[in-house]
């Protein structure tokens, strides 16, 4: 079975432009996450999606950062414009509430520089 | 000015050595557990769960162990493995109050084990 599938795997792109990260969840899944890591603060949630759905974005850092889920297979996560302090490893994960368990499957990451 | 990281906990084992990597949460009420394996340059992997009404859950070389009484965690790796050799992250959720906090996980910072052959 496919995992969570995200991509670009790597983006390099300078201050100011529009940076998109894309996912897709595994089939079936009814929860996405969108999770940022870098060596200063660690893994933090910034917005999950229930039934495509945003239940909570608390996590967002600013304005700039949107997400989306138009569909049960596909999400973005927009950063408009983005800044070098946005450099981090961006991870999408996705999990059932039909299994009665709260794991979270994880994809491979988007590495994002901002130069 | 210096940037400053964080500075995660470290576990160096030779190989054959158990390993055992803990970790402290933050909320008493949680209710169910997991650890992730994160190899350099991928996602975090589930490794092993727990539910708070256990204390003890053993899977394929691993254990986890519970002890909501001083509310830590731990991952007993048996024979330990060159690839095992990875970042450990302990994660909690709470229970689910009408269902606006499932599946919201809460990650620990980390620890690296590194497993010399």
């Known amino acids: 079975d496919a995992g969570v599938i995200q991509s670009p795997r790597h983006e390099v792109t300078e201050m100011g432009q529009e940076v998109t990260l894309r996912c897709k969840p595994i089939s079936g899944h009814d929860y996405l996450f969108w999770y940022r890591q870098t060596m200063m603060r660690g893994l933090e949630l910034l917005i999950y999606?229930?039934?495509?759905?945003?239940?909570?974005d608390s996590g967002m850092p600013e304005d700039r950062f949107s997400a989306k889920m138009p569909n049960a297979s596909f999400s973005t996560l927009k950063i408009q414009p983005s800044e070098p302090r946005d450099s981090a490893v961006y991870f999408c994960a996705s999990s059932s509430s039909g299994t009665g368990a709260d794991t979270q499957y994880f994809g491979p990451g988007t590495r994002l520089t901002v130069l | 000015g210096e940037s400053v990281g964080l500075h995660l906990p470290t576990l160096s084992v030779q190989e054959g050595d158990n390993s055992i990597i803990n970790c402290a949460y933050s909320?008493?009420?949680?209710?169910?557990f997991i650890w992730y394996k994160q190899e350099s340059g991928k996602g975090p992997q589930f490794i092993i769960d727990?539910?708070?009404?256990?204390d003890k859950r053993q899977g394929q070389r691993v254990t986890v162990l519970l002890n909501k009484t001083v509310k830590h965690l731990s991952l007993q790796i048996a024979a330990t493995q060159p690839g095992d050799s990875a970042v450990y992250f302990c994660?909690?959720?709470?229970?689910?109050?009408?269902?606006?906090?499932?599946?919201?996980?809460?990650f620990g910072q980390g620890t690296i084990l590194t497993v010399h052959p």
């Open positions: 727990i539910r708070s009404n256990m």
């Open positions: 994660a909690e959720t709470p229970p689910s109050a009408g269902g606006t906090s499932y599946g919201k996980l809460t």
């Open positions: 909320n008493s009420a949680s209710d169910y």
């Open positions: 999606f229930n039934n495509n759905v945003p239940i909570d």
